[in-house]
């Protein structure tokens, strides 16, 4: 008996150094990183693109729909949602398959500023949390939205909402209409599936959940979610 608690003991020891460890490695990776190109100087740069879009130009709808697809517990959770991790990894097991990720709005948008082209999924993982950390104290959670709609890769070469309205659609984002907009909400969990230039029957089926999650989530009314016509998704060339 003695002796499977020395054995449990040294494997607990073993996983809080190992946690340290990948902690320590990461802040390590994180504070370089900051400190080359600090966070407000990140923000501003991306901010000063003429292709920035801000929220008050861009449909209330629109912004629910990446929420509800997207986070939907982001105003109520802090840098990291661990309730959603647990129901991503949940899910993953019971469908046997990577389907849903645990990362929140403001991790994702974490790794749109700084870590995209880091590999070591660890090391970028732990160093996106201390920069949501970050994030999250200098920054209100609105305008982590919309620096998330501004940088999120929409495929087709579209980065960011106007690039994909003006590419897609045709038009600025303000102009958008309720099914256009839950059709690009949609789009960036996996543009290489659901990008309408991709996919069209895969990108309205990504809508449609798009639309029940705005639904469950109180965004949309029935009758909003049974008018919505995705015939234009066709014309999408």
Known sequence: MKFVRKIILWVLIIIILAVVGVG?????YYKETIDKVPLESKVSEIRNEYTYVKSEDLPKQFLDAVVAIEDRRFYNHGPVDFIGILRAIFSNIKSRDLRE???TIT???AKNL???EEDNVVKRKVAEVYTS???????EKEEILEI???????GNGYIG????CNGYLKK???DMTLAEATMLAGVPNAPSVYAPTVNKQLCKERQNQVINAMFSEGYITQEEMENIDQSFIDAIE
């Open 133 to 139: 950390m970050q994030l999250e104290k200098d920054y």
């Open 172 to 174: 600025e984002p303000k």
């Open 24 to 28: 320590f490695y990461g802040y390590r």
């Open 161 to 164: 909402i106007k690039e994909a």
């Open 101 to 103: 990720g645990g990362s």
């Open 114 to 116: 700084y870590f995209l």
């Open 107 to 109: 991790q994702q948008v």
């Open 148 to 154: 998330y709609v501004n940088t999120i890769y929409y």
